[in-house]
């Protein structure tokens, strides 16, 4: 149920998520997160956040079994702000390398690959990549986005062995480094938001991820 004054964000679950911490987060930041399957709460919902952890194609199997693609698809078509986290960033892309070639919601342009040839100094690096990394520019501007207000160079929190490679590079929000290797961290396209880290893991920057959605529904609800 919406708490007055407070905008509602549907949560989704598909059985393949880190739902109670982004509920707590949402909580925080001053939303009301409703954890959801229901197509019809994603609908009614002023935003939509999709995260995930596990293997691609058996992650968008559940979303199809849910009918929840043509839900997600409406949104991202809407100016509902709509955020995918980690899994739920690589499902907004065309399709995925990880275990076979897999289809997504292709909402964006681009796919998913694997992590190959990481070194450091020599040393060679564990794939999944683990850890806090450091988010950095791109060529878009961070004001009026969810990374708003966080400093350039802020460390977040990576689990995962998969990584999304825009087709188009303009949507790339933030790069981040593991090893030899640069990969697109964040990506935007109009109310269209993705983050391979985990904002909800990432301490107090990670938090501000989650108050700017409630900016970015403000700004919405303008253009409507």
């Known amino acids: 149920m919406k708490e007055e004054g407070k905008f509602n964000v549907a949560i989704i679950d598909f059985g ?3 739902l109670f911490s982004v509920k707590q987060a949402c909580r925080i930041a001053g939303l009301d997160g409703e954890i959801t399957s229901h197509w019809k709460a994603v609908s009614k919902a002023d935003a939509v956040i999709l995260p995930g952890v596990g293997a691609f194609g058996t992650a968008m199997q559940r979303l199809k079994e849910l009918e929840l693609i043509k839900p997600l698809i409406d949104v991202a078509q809407s100016n509902k702000p709509l955020l995918g986290i980690c899994l739920g960033m690589q499902l907004l892309m065309t399709q995925s390398h990880e275990f076979g070639l897999h289809a997504g919601l292709d909402i964006l342009p681009g796919e998913v690959v694997r992590f190959i040839s990481l070194s450091k100094s ?3 690096l564990k794939v999944p990549h683990t850890g806090w990394s ?3 520019e791109s060529e878009m501007s ?3 986005s969810l990374l708003e207000g966080i400093p350039e160079g802020e460390y977040m929190y990576f689990v995962h062995s998969y990584y999304v490679n825009p087709g188009d590079s303009s949507i790339t929000m933030s790069i981040s480094h593991y090893g030899n290797t640069t990969f697109c961290s964040s990506i935007r396209r109009r109310n269209i938001f993705g983050c391979q880290f985990h904002p909800e893991r990432s301490g107090s ?3 501000r991820i989650y108050k700017n959605i409630a900016n970015c529904i403000i700004n919405s609800k303008n253009h409507y």
């Open 122 to 124: 020599e040393q060679i």
């Open 205 to 207: 920057n990670g938090l």
């Open 16 to 18: 393949m998520g880190n």
């Open 142 to 144: 961070w004001n009026a």
């Open 134 to 136: 450091q988010i950095y």
